[in-house]
């Protein structure tokens, strides 16, 4: 696979993760479209053996999701631009610390929209237990699958 469809592949796979926070997008199913292209057209061992794990990943996620208790996102106060800070925060921590630095960088993101719409630590802080309680487990959830898968790809190129 030559460079630009790499490229175009990556940047698949990263509109994919910032679907994810946005609602109405196929952020998952995008991460797994972009994985499904890359593996048909470089078919190896290595792609197929990515895209089936990925695919099992991605599947369960799916389940997770739909067991965690729905709540009520506009009663905690969460709007674009704090799933933009969430989401920023996610892809700064997922770049600093890899994969695991994405939950710290969620929870931060939204600590840090909070605490810029509020004002101060008292109510950021409770602010953001009531959202992470509302939306944030699922989103983190299917955030960090993502991410993960993301980052197996990445590892998958670099090596090839």
């Known amino acids: 696979m030559d460079a630009p469809q790499l ?8 509109l994919g993760v910032v679907g994810v926070l946005v609602p109405g997008v196929p952020g998952t199913w995008l991460v797994w479209a972009g994985l499904l292209w890359w593996t048909l057209k470089e078919p190896t061992a290595l ?7 990925a695919t099992a990943l991605l599947l369960v996620v799916q389940v997770v999701k739909w067991q965690l208790p729905p709540r009520r996102i506009r009663e905690v106060g969460v709007t674009r631009r704090m799933a ?8 700064l921590g997922f770049v600093l610390l ?11 993101g939204i600590y840090l929209s909070e605490r810029l719409r509020l004002g101060t630590h008292g109510e950021a802080s409770a602010s953001v237990r009531a959202v992470m309680r509302a939306v944030g487990t699922s989103v983190l959830v299917e955030l960090f699958a993502c991410l993960l898968v993301l980052a197996a790809w990445v590892a998958a190129v670099l090596t090839s």
Not at 7 to 14: E, I, M
Not at 47 to 53: G, I, T
Not at 98 to 108: R, S
């Open 7 to 14: 490229l175009l592949v990556g940047l698949v796979l990263l």
């Open 47 to 53: 792609a197929w053996s990515l895209l089936v794990s």
């Open 84 to 91: 933009a800070y969430a989401g920023g925060g996610a892809l």
């Open 98 to 108: 890899p994969v695991v630095g994405a939950i710290p960088g969620f929870v931060g």
